[in-house]
Structures are given as structure tokens and as C-alpha cells.
Antibody, heavy 120, light 112 residues
Framework: EVQLLESGGGLVQPGGSLRLSCGASGFTFSDYAMAWVRQAPGKGLEWVAAISGSGGSTYYADSVKGRFTISRDNSENTLYLQMNSLRAEDTAAHYC?????????????WGQGTLVTVSS | DIVMTQTPLSSPVTLGQPASISCRSSQSLVHSDGNTYLSWLQQRPGQPPRLLIYKISNRFSGVPDRFSGSGAGTDFTLKISRVEAEDVGVYYCLQGTQFPYTFGQGTKLEIK
């Protein structure tokens, strides 16, 4: 069974940093692209960043480019999101997601999310 | 970036009746590999999103066959043949053809 478990969320001041982690199990981690998707309170879904299975290719939303870094450790089956220069508008539940299958262009497996709150 | 526009934003439906949600993209979603990476996701209250349909019309594992997807190019539709109580939630389209991927605003499905 595919399982994704996010951690690392919490309260941080504007301008601060936070690193999210997503532990994966139930599949060969390095075979799949992974992504972070977030959802501000009461709002819709926003795609944040994605990384290829090898980690060699990364992609970002314009809203986080230059501030966030997605990475993965395939030996530890873990996905990361390093978030720097955090702003109030980054307050959201952050979900880790796995590609549905190779070449599907979508995400078939999701974690329960971890909440990031940026406030002074 | 590709902009995804969903209509309607809210859809009150009667149990057992059909429902339909439209999604339009600001440019063609046909990838250079010939595939069209348009998917539909459902988010029930308090839950993470759930993939329903990928590549326009392919149902994901475990998705009931009352859900179907269609469309081409820039216009796509999700149909529910007979709405059940468990279908209440917000539905999103997602384009995975070009980075950055982008979601539609979401359509809230409610029971009348």
C-alpha cells in the first residue's frame, strides 16, 4: 500500500525558514516523480513544485521560485521542501503527492498534509 | 503559465441526477508526445485530494464508472452519471502538459 506522511509544518515568522519532509513507503520511491501541492485555508489547490524520480529535474511555481527548493533522498525514501523567506501568503496545508504512474501527468497518491502558518 | 477555468463554480444537484463540470485551458493541452495531460480530482471535506480521471478519460484505480471524462484541445468535461451523497465536495481540473502545472479554481458540488 502506498503511503505518504508529511511532517515539519508549524508556525514561523515572516522571513523565516522551514523544511517539510514526506516519508514514502509501499513503492519503489526512485521510480516516481513527486510533487508538493498546497492549499491556503478555504482556498483551492496550488501546485508548488515537482521533482523527477532521479532528482535531476526540478520545477517550480512562479510564486515560490527562488525561495523554495524541492529535493529528495532516494536512499531514505524521503521528499523535502525547503522553504525560505516565508510570507503570510505561504500559509497553507502542504500536501506531498506521487505521480499516478509514469507518464500520467497527474498525482494519484496524496499524504494527509502538514500545515504551515506564517505569522508574527 | 496555462490558466485553467472551471464552470460552474458551484453546482447544486439532486441525488440520482447527472452532473457536469467544464474546464477550459488558455492554450492547447496536447503535449509534443501526442498525449493530453488533463486530469480531474475530487476533494471531500477535510480530506486530501483524490485522483478520479487522468489523460482526459482514464479512470484511476478504484474510481466508480459513474465518473467519466471527455474533451480535447482546450475544452474538457467531467460527468457524473448519477450523483450519490458521497460525491459532495470540490472538483478540480489539473493540467500536467506544461510546467508549472496548474489547477482550475474548483467546482463545489452540493446536494439540493
Amino acid at each position: 500500500e502506498v503511503q505518504l506522511l508529511e511532517s515539519g509544518g508549524g508556525l514561523v515568522q515572516p522571513g523565516g525558514s522551514l523544511r517539510l519532509s514526506c516519508g514514502a513507503s509501499g513503492f519503489t520511491f526512485s521510480d516516481y516523480a513527486m510533487a508538493w501541492v498546497r492549499q491556503a485555508p478555504g482556498k483551492g489547490l496550488e501546485w508548488v513544485a515537482a521533482i523527477s524520480g532521479s532528482g535531476g529535474s526540478t520545477y517550480y511555481a512562479d510564486s515560490v521560485k527562488g525561495r523554495f527548493t524541492i529535493s529528495r533522498d532516494n536512499s531514505e525514501n524521503t521528499l523535502y521542501l525547503q522553504m525560505n523567506s516565508l510570507r503570510a501568503e505561504d500559509t497553507a496545508a502542504h500536501y506531498c503527492a506521487r505521480a499516478a504512474s509514469y507518464g500520467s501527468g497527474s498525482y494519484g497518491y496524496w499524504g494527509q498534509g502538514t500545515l504551515v502558518t506564517v505569522s508574527s | 503559465d496555462i490558466v485553467m477555468t472551471q464552470t460552474p463554480l458551484s453546482s447544486p444537484v439532486t441525488l440520482g441526477q447527472p452532473a457536469s463540470i467544464s474546464c477550459r485551458s488558455s492554450q492547447s493541452l496536447v503535449h509534443s508526445d501526442g498525449n493530453t495531460y488533463l486530469s480531474w480530482l475530487q476533494q471531500r471535506p477535510g480530506q486530501p485530494p483524490r485522483l478520479l480521471i487522468y489523460k482526459i478519460s482514464n479512470r484511476f484505480s478504484g474510481v466508480p464508472d459513474r465518473f467519466s471524462g471527455s474533451g480535447a484541445g482546450t475544452d474538457f468535461t467531467l460527468k457524473i452519471s448519477r450523483v450519490e451523497a458521497e460525491d459532495v465536495g470540490v472538483y478540480y481540473c489539473l493540467q500536467g502538459t506544461q510546467f508549472p502545472y496548474t489547477f482550475g479554481q474548483g467546482t463545489k458540488l452540493e446536494i439540493k
